[in-house]
């Protein structure tokens, strides 16, 4: 069964750095879409990067010029390298990505269960 797992999240002070990263496993055929999201309380979830099968990436403003979405699509996985973080950052991460798993022949969206990340001042 096709799993995301997301890891790299913790605490971190503002202005620092931070690396998230996603695994897929399972009986993967391919990999489309692959992005990060984030949910904060009171607050609605949002897309903060995303990058297709070609590694084209977009990104939502607020993070332009801070974080970098990349892909390595041997090994499965996708990361997040967050720079000059801020407190606004703070919220938990989610990964996802468009996944055909064989022998189905269709595309599904998968989800991780999430990192949380915090940035103190």
């Known amino acids: 069964q096709v799993q995301l797992v997301e890891s790299g999240g913790g605490l971190v002070q503002a202005g620092g750095s931070l690396r998230l990263s996603c695994a897929a496993s399972g009986n993967i055929f391919s990999i489309n879409d692959m992005g990060w999201y984030r949910h904060a309380p009171g607050k609605q979830r949002e897309l903060v990067a995303g990058i297709s099968s070609g590694g084209i990436p977009v990104y939502a403003d607020s993070v332009k010029g801070r974080f970098t979405i990349s892909r390595d699509n041997a090994k499965n996985t996708v990361s997040l390298q967050m720079n000059s973080v801020k407190a606004e950052d703070t919220a938990v991460y989610y990964c996802?990505?468009?996944?055909?798993?064989?022998?189905?022949?269709?595309?599904?969206?998968?989800w991780g269960r999430g990192t949380q990340v915090t940035v103190s001042s």
């Open positions: 996802n990505a468009e996944i055909r798993a064989g022998p189905i022949s269709q595309y599904y969206i998968y």
